[in-house]
């Protein structure tokens, strides 16, 4: 649980690399995560150590004997200039020989460069790093998305961050499940957003109610606030699954995968599974075989979708899937591949792909609904992602094989923000409507689901709805929110997935008042006029 004083140290921190000339966000994460890294190589030596005496039991070091010196606890007690020449020519050095290693950041850290130039700018920073309270799983998980939460504020792309409650309520919906050894990957995971929400869902269903406590702390808007701390303690049986199974990630970008890696560890998984793989290129198939294919029970994504790729380096299997350059098209093509016979997935697109008219839209959605199960499609409002972009996006359920019988609309208005470029908290919030409602709508499909709604979630449908949410029961009437539509009724449309084209919307009579009533009332009105005036000219 982070608190107003760590929040606030951050907050100073963040100020001094401005202030140092390191003003990309990115950066000062990137940074800030090789020194969190270098503290927890310091302590998990650290417990070897202890463990050795006791047991006697060798292990391997992660520091020579002339590297010691190379320790967090050695030189965070070092002089600003002494520090700085030892973490420069000596830490990160470290870091890349550890490179070559097979452990998960240690592969992530070949190309590690210190940014900071200013040896009082460093020393701000390890001290920082020092009275961090990392030994505490759910704390030193609320500061690295404290971090992260920066990115939003300083205004880097869109791309790099969803919005968490948008992915916690996607999450919700999907109901992860490591009782059933599912798999959970993102193909696109950028700094591990599903993937850490994922695991966070799981701490809170699998907390027993005596283990979950409250302590004070400091919510998104800066506001002190009760919280629970969830420990997971009924994760047990399914620990080494979650430690080493259930989460796979891929990304290009090295300093996303080290961000997302850190993430995750920082939450509580041990060995997640992260590469460096741009997962559109036909290399990924040659690097990642089993992965490529039929190996994902849950794909959770909101692949980035600007621009377009080098036709040479796409897979051919895409290409001949859907005959396109488009991201969007190409990844949820690379979806329906690597996920099993039987898998899920929700993924955001642009509106684009709901009603584009080229080949390849219409080919892939036809694709979606006649050799697979269209499941649901949910309308976002257009401002989720601003102010870094404008455009309307929507989610898609689907599971890959099966057969489309009804698809299931929702059009959620409000996302508990406003939908403008400061995206100030409201309270007019849908969220917890659409996940309680599509819980309810998988219950009379007689399909597995899970009535647990996530404590956030839970408050928030009480607070909305105190005398009991309104669900509709058969979702046939298209004047509500959500209604379902046939297959029959799509197939008629030519496979467009637009709300609009399905949603009856009320329009309500209006009545006006007959216009000589309204020209009578004007004329008493000037008369009115005209007496006071004179009333005042006597008065003169």
Known sequence: ???????????????????????????????????????????????????????????????????????????????????????????????????????????????????IVKPSLLTKAVEMIKNLPLDRGDTKGDLYEYLLSKLTTAGINGQFRTPRHIIRAIVEMMEPNPARNETVCDPACGTGGFLVTSYEYLLEKYSSLESIHSELGVNEHGELEEQKIFTGDLLTAYRVHVDQNMFHGYDFDTTMLRIAAMNLIMHGVEQPDIHYQDTMSQSFSDNFPQASKNAFNLILANPPFTGSLDEEDIDPYLLATVKTKKTELLFLARILQMLKVGGRSATIVPQGVLFGSSKAHQSLRKTLVEDNQLEAIINLPSGVFKPYAGVATAILIFTKGGQTDNVWFYDLQNDGYSLDDKRNPIKNNDLPHLIASWKHYRQTQSLPTDNFIGNRFSALLREQYPNGIDISNDYRDRKKSPFIVKKADIISEKYDFSINRYKEVVHEAQFLEDPKIIFLRLKKLEKDILADLEALEKLL
Do not use: C
């Open 1 to 115: 649980m982070i608190t107003r004083e760590l929040k606030s140290s951050i907050d100073n921190l963040w100020e001094d690399f401005w202030v140092g000339g390191i003003t990309n966000p990115l950066t000062v994460i990137e940074q800030i995560t090789y020194l969190m890294y270098s503290r927890m190589l310091d302590s998990l030596e650290l417990k070897d150590e202890k463990r050795k005496q006791l047991t006697k039991i060798d292990f391997k070091p992660r520091f020579a004997p002339e590297q010691q010196e190379f320790r967090f606890s050695q030189y965070s007690n070092l002089g600003a200039d002494e520090m700085m020449e030892v973490v420069r020519d000596g830490v990160f050095q470290h870091f890349r020989t550890l490179g070559s290693s097979d452990s998960l950041l240690g592969n992530f850290m070949k190309d590690a460069r210190l940014e």
